[in-house]
């Protein structure tokens, strides 16, 4: 057992500086709303809370803590944080899950919970990803109710709460399409569909919830304001009324997720459900002082809202630049981005991996030819979309630092993650066997590596080498240590998607070392989405096509796209650019001329702001 901290003598891991305020909510056992703004550490603040209370024994073991976040990456961040902090044995007791994963985890273990009638016809089931599927189910079982009602009716009525009801006409068809959804073979779920069962199994088993209750004795929610209906009542089923404390956190100015479902009133209800005080932060740690000064400028008379932050001390105060670049053309702008940023890494010296290039959305259309120029001119970019999950799920970074550990003896990182990762897995192991497990690794790793490195790899024996990979740390047991994987399926998928990025990189570079550096984006500029993009921070921040039709929902939602254009000038630490095309591409590759008419706003007050400038760029 590690030696307990006493509370008095505690500070926050690795030095960190954390305001007054989050300290004490840090240390305290209270329900809180913490409402911050971009760049004020909530993330942090979770981190260190966790490592306070584990670290002290304020959260008595055996209990547990459970931080629930929008987004896998998000999850996956705030678990290392802790476990970096705390080290393999405390981090344990800290459970990092998305909402997805939390309900996924309860289907798994308590199905044979469930009433008869939504009982999954298999021990696996296939997660459904697309609406169109359900609306079909409900198009064969009913023609007449689909052609007269709206798709988005449909897919509200389908994923309401459990049990249904047999009072309405449309209930009764709801009730058959989930009969024969839970009834195909396997199972076809959506995640809608896994939380409403989730959270059924909870409501009809009250040893269950009281399980879950005595298990998690605090509760963290992260990314609050893009929280759903559906997740808030699964989130309220668990746990309200119970003795766990919670502590949320969120930034109503970064509330993007409107349209995927995200709860507007979810902070008022929140405090209204729980009691819980509202505490804001005021501290920008992330953001250079100009720009914080920009961000405060938009908070008032962009979203509204008085709500300003302070920049850090540890900036000059002059520090941060904010443009707009205005160009002629998509292709000027390419030619020039390409310059400008060949500039910033070769003679400023700034890694790519430190510059993001975002869009709001239509990646291909606004940044593929980009991404195709600057990769053929010597800068690496890559749809970063598409790697994330990859890079933020356990089992396929174990693959991935294994294959690193057998093919560079030098790479340390790789030979500490590794084990790290085996060490969890191996949850029976006292200290004292851990050398053991240790010297097995090793051995593996020889063993591996005399098989194959110094041999040129074929698709055939990469599959083989990640097959004995995988073996070698069990199926199970990753599938029992992960808490992203439900089932084998699951864990196929992943190793899958690492396989088949691996072969198609190893056909081009005939090299594992390098075929790894570009799995894991190694001297590469991201390129994603604004929504992709949240909780990320950067040096440099380029954002593509600030242009009335990039905003073409804009006149529709005004508000979700404000604080979208908020967000995305919010990942930037140190500078941020923003570009204008006056033509630009639609997806058919027709020159279309751009107008900032309907986002006039935008513009206007990036040049109220007094910080902002407008460049005219030509070749």
């Not at 009801?165 to 009764?172: F, G, L, Q």
């Not at 864990?491 to 990025?501: F, N, T």
């Not at 056909?507 to 594992?512: G, H, K, R, Y």
């Amino acid at each position: 057992m590690l030696k307990r901290i006493k509370p008095e003598l505690w500070m926050p891991a690795d030095d960190m500086q954390l305001e007054t305020t989050a300290l004490h909510i840090a240390k305290s056992s209270e329900d809180n709303l913490v409402v911050a703004g971009p760049g004020a550490g909530k993330t942090e603040l979770l981190a260190q809370k966790a490592c306070y209370l584990l670290q002290t024994n304020s959260c008595t073991f055996p209990y547990k803590i459970l931080a629930i976040s929008f987004k896998r990456d998000a999850a996956y961040n705030l678990k290392e944080r802790v476990r970096q902090r705390c080290g393999d044995e405390l981090s344990k007791r800290f459970d990092s899950l998305t909402f997805d994963s939390f309900a996924k985890q309860i289907l798994v273990r308590f199905k044979q919970a469930l009433p008869n009638e939504y009982r999954i016809s298999q021990e696996e089931y296939k997660v459904v990803y697309s609406d169109q599927t359900i609306l079909d189910y409900y198009r064969s079982e009913d023609f007449d109710y689909f052609n007269t009602t709206h798709r988005d009716t449909i897919l509200a009525l389908h994923s309401a709460q459990l049990p249904h009801t047999s009072n309405a006409y449309e209930e009764n068809i709801r009730k058959k399409v989930w009969s024969k959804m839970l009834k195909s073979t396997p199972s076809e779920l959506s995640f809608k569909m896994i939380m409403r069962l989730a959270e059924l199994i909870i409501n009809v088993n009250p040893k269950i919830k009281q399980y879950l209750q005595q298990t998690y004795k605090y509760v963290f929610l992260d990314e609050f304001q893009d929280t759903t209906d559906i997740q808030y009542d699964l989130f309220k089923s668990c746990f309200l009324d119970s003795d766990s404390f919670f502590t949320a956190v969120g930034d109503d100015k970064q509330r993007i997720m409107i349209w995927a479902g995200a709860r507007k009133t979810v902070f008022d209800d929140f405090i209204t459900d729980t009691e819980a005080t509202r505490v804001p932060l005021t501290m920008n740690f992330r953001c250079a002082p100009q720009l914080v000064k920009l961000l405060n400028h938009l908070t008032q008379h962009l979203l509204g809202k008085t709500d300003l932050a302070t920049p850090s001390p540890k900036w000059q105060p002059d520090e941060g630049e904010c443009s707009v670049w205005v160009f002629e053309n998509p292709n000027d702008e390419m030619q020039i981005l390409f310059q400008e940023v060949s500039n910033w890494i070769k003679t400023d010296g700034l890694d790519p991996r430190n510059i993001c290039i975002l869009v709001k959305q239509q990646l291909s259309t606004y940044a593929g030819k980009l991404i195709d120029y600057f990769n053929q001119n010597g800068i690496k970019a890559r749809d970063e979309n598409h790697f994330q999950d990859i890079l933020t799920q356990e089992a396929c970074l174990y693959i991935i630092n294994t294959l690193y550990r057998i093919f560079d003896e030098k790479n340390n990182e790789a030979k500490k993650n590794v084990f790290n990762f085996l060490s969890n897995v191996h949850t029976e192991l006292e200290d004292d066997q851990l050398l053991k497990l240790e010297g097995t690794i090793n051995r593996f790793i020889k063993e591996t590596r005399k098989e194959y490195a110094g041999s040129t790899l074929t698709e055939e024996s990469i599959i083989e080498l990640i097959t004995k990979i995988v073996a070698f740390a069990g199926k199970d047991r990753i599938i029992a240590f992960s808490q992203s994987l439900s089932n084998s399926s699951d864990l196929d998928s992943s190793i899958e998607k690492v396989q088949s990025e691996l072969i198609q990189n190893y056909s081009t570079t005939n090299d594992i070392i390098s075929s790894l550096d570009m799995l894991v984006g190694k001297d590469t500029i991201p390129v994603m989405t604004i929504h992709k993009s949240k909780g990320l921070e950067y040096h440099t921040v380029i954002f593509i096509g600030l242009e009335d039709g990039a905003f073409w929902s804009f006149q529709r939602q005004p508000d979700e796209d404000k604080c979208t254009f908020f967000v995305a000038l919010s990942r930037a630490k140190e500078r941020v650019i923003f570009t204008f095309s006056k033509q630009r591409e639609d997806r058919f590759g027709r020159l279309q001329t751009q107008s900032f008419t309907n986002i006039e706003i935008l513009f206007q007050e990036l040049e109220n702001s007094g910080i902002v400038s407008m460049i005219e760029k030509k070749l």
